[in-house]
Every structure is written in structure tokens, then in C-alpha cells.
């Protein structure tokens, strides 16, 4: 375990830093959300990209289900009608799963109300919200005041730390490296006077990676010419560049034509761009979620999972993946069932999108999966 004293080596303890914590609850997401939706300035740049995504044709079969995808197929453009696929369940879940935000900020900050924080970066993290099913409840940011040049610094600082000494030894080499990269930035932030210092961002940082594994934290900028960072715990928590290559840069100037203008640094490109942590699967320290990929069950409530042999044995032996067929409601067919080493699922007959352990998980779905279910379009 590591230990309660500031270490760059070993991951030390959230109670040590000096940072003030400032929550922002459901209701508060919430709000952003209904405020964002209610803005007079519309059509922009989101609201253009998500109507390029809704024209778009998304081949929903068997390999599909596997890809991240980004469906708005019925309805107005709400929260609710737009879905995507989790990269740890595999589910369709709508963008309307709120979260709780924690903002740590330095304390010469604590006057300050951290909601226009999130409500700059609110799209970006109502989608990286979507992408996760689980450990996403949560979303972690520290406020800086880094310009553009030290933010970069910093992020080549924490993924050559996470990759190279998450075994808590590392070669003197790498040792070197790190303590000189490390009084590097704690000069530059003295000498330029940044909020917080680099040390207390350094602890903050990686307690909460360690601690809270989250798949991703928001280092937050409000220098006018700089950018915020999200450094992802593992590759794959990136967002796939077949989806999002053309994502607006988030930039709030109409006329600005600077490909480097942007608010927060969204990784359009995939891991081309990404900021990843670390590669590792087998390591002593980690940092941030672990990444396992897996096929579940549609209906939130279920933890069966098509893709682990333990729980399909709970299912039943003998059952391979079949379709649920009937209505377009898609909850009055029948199951067919055949002869098969495991249980592979029932997939959804009308978007072939989904799969479910069973009809009853598929009628009690229904409500949300109506939202979204179409029949795909032929190639």
C-alpha cells in the first residue's frame, strides 16, 4: 500500500492535498443541461455536428455491436433521444445519465461558483458520460491556470509517470527523468506564479486516479489562449475517430478559423491525439479503471454478461444467440433457441443493435431502447 508522505513514485493519499473540493450534484448537471438546450444562439457547431451524426448511416449488425456508435434516430434533440454505446458493456444508453462533478480548485478560487466550469466542457462530457456505463457517476476535474506550452509539458509529465513507474521501482534512468521533469515544473509554475503549485497538482492528481479510478480526469484551463486536457486511464476509454472525427473544436468564436483554437482538447482523432496514461494491464499502481471490455445485457439493472462463460453458465446451458422476434413493439415475440456450448445472448430482431439475457429484460427496456430502435438501413 502506498504510503501517507508525498511521494512522485508512489501514489499518495486525496487527504494530503490542500485543494478545495466543490461538488456539483444531478440536479446541478441537470440544470447545465436544461440551459445548455435553452440557449438562443442555435443552430452552432454542436447542434450542426449532432444533425451530421443523425444523417449518417450506421450498419447495425452483428460487428456493430462491438463499435462505438452514436444514434439519434427518433424524436427532437434532447438528451434522451441520443444514444451511444458503452466501451464497458457494450449497452445503448442515452445521453440523459447525469453525473456528479467534483471540481478541485485552489483555494484562492473558493469564492468562485465552478458551474460555468462544466457548462464550457458540458458536451464533451455529456458524451465521455455516455460512453461509460460504469465508474462515469463520478467526473473528476482540477481547475489550473496553465497556458498552452505548460499544459503539454504537464501531460507528457503524468502519462511518462503512469507508463513508467506504476510498478512503484523503476529504472535510474527513469527515476532521473522523473525528478527532473519534476523541479522542472515546480519552477516554472513558482516562477509564473501558477494556481495550484505544481506539487499539490501532482499529489491531487494521482491520489484521485488511484483512489476513485476514474476512466478519465479534466485537468481544466481558464487561460484564454491555453486548453483543457482529459487524461484517459486506458486506451479504451478513447473516443473511436470513426464517430467523432469531424467534433467541433468547441472553440466560441463563430468566425475563428485556427485548427489549434479550442476549449478543451477532445480527442476527435482517437488515440492519434489522445492523452493515455498507461497501456499496462498487469501493474502494481494503478491509475485510474481498469479496462475490460464486455458484452451485456441491454437492460441496466442486469449483470449478465454474453461474453464470460461464468455467467452465462447462470443462464442456462445448451442456448445460443437467437433473435428476439415479433412486433415493432419488440417485446411480444418469441425466442428461439438452439443447441450451443454457451449462452450468446438474444439480440434485438428490429436494430440487431442490442442483445438480452431475456424477453422479460427486453420488455422491461422497451420504454428506453423505443427511443432509439429502427431497422438498419441496407448497404
Not at 117 to 124: D, N
Not at 316 to 345: K, L, N, Q, Y
Request: aromatic share 10%; proline share 6%.
Amino acid at each position: 500500500m502506498p504510503g501517507r508522505y508525498y511521494s512522485k513514485f508512489i501514489p499518495p493519499s486525496l487527504s494530503m492535498s490542500e485543494l478545495v473540493c466543490q461538488k456539483l450534484d444531478n440536479d446541478a448537471t441537470d440544470l447545465l443541461i436544461d440551459k445548455w438546450l435553452e440557449r438562443p444562439h442555435r443552430p452552432d457547431a454542436y447542434y450542426d455536428w449532432f444533425q451530421r451524426v443523425r444523417e449518417r448511416r450506421h450498419a447495425a449488425n452483428t460487428n456493430a455491436r462491438k463499435e462505438q456508435i452514436l444514434l439519434w434516430n427518433k424524436g427532437v434533440f434532447v438528451p434522451e433521444n441520443i444514444f451511444t454505446r458503452t466501451v464497458d458493456t457494450g449497452r445503448l444508453i442515452p445521453l440523459d445519465r447525469t453525473w456528479v462533478t467534483h471540481v478541485y480548485h485552489h483555494k484562492s478560487m473558493s469564492r468562485l461558483n465552478m458551474m460555468p466550469v462544466i457548462f464550457s466542457m458540458l458536451p464533451e462530457l455529456m458524451l465521455l458520460r455516455g460512453m461509460h456505463d460504469r465508474g462515469c457517476d463520478e467526473i473528476y476535474v482540477i481547475v489550473t491556470d496553465l497556458k498552452r506550452q505548460e499544459m503539454d509539458q504537464v501531460t507528457d509529465y503524468f502519462k511518462y509517470v503512469c507508463q513508467h513507474a506504476s510498478n512503484g521501482s523503476c529504472k535510474h534512468s527513469v527515476e532521473q527523468k522523473i525528478n527532473h521533469d519534476h523541479m522542472h515544473l515546480t519552477h516554472t509554475f513558482e516562477r509564473q506564479r501558477r494556481t495550484p503549485c505544481f506539487p499539490q497538482l501532482d499529489l491531487t492528481l494521482r491520489a484521485i486516479l488511484y483512489e476513485k479510478k476514474p476512466p478519465f480526469i479534466v485537468l481544466f484551463s481558464h487561460q484564454t489562449m491555453s486548453y483543457s486536457q482529459i487524461l484517459f486511464a486506458n486506451s479504451l476509454f478513447v473516443p473511436s475517430k470513426d464517430v467523432y472525427f469531424d467534433f467541433p473544436s468547441g472553440c466560441p468564436n463563430p468566425g475563428c478559423t485556427d485548427n489549434c483554437c479550442e476549449l478543451i482538447r477532445f480527442p476527435k482523432k482517437g488515440l492519434e491525439t489522445a492523452a493515455v496514461l498507461c497501456y499496462r494491464r498487469k501493474v502494481r499502481y494503478r491509475y485510474g479503471r481498469r479496462a475490460k471490455a464486455r458484452e451485456m445485457c441491454n437492460w441496466i439493472d442486469c449483470h449478465v454478461c454474453f461474453d464470460d462463460t461464468a455467467h452465462g453458465g447462470q443462464i442456462g446451458e445448451g442456448v445460443s444467440e437467437s433473435s428476439i422476434t415479433g412486433s415493432s413493439e419488440g417485446s411480444d415475440g418469441g425466442v428461439e433457441e438452439a443447441s450451443a456450448p454457451r449462452f450468446a445472448g438474444l439480440v434485438c430482431s428490429r436494430c440487431k443493435s442490442i442483445k438480452y439475457c431475456s424477453p422479460e429484460h427486453q420488455r422491461l427496456d422497451w420504454e428506453e431502447h423505443r427511443r432509439v430502435c429502427t431497422k438498419p438501413h441496407a448497404d
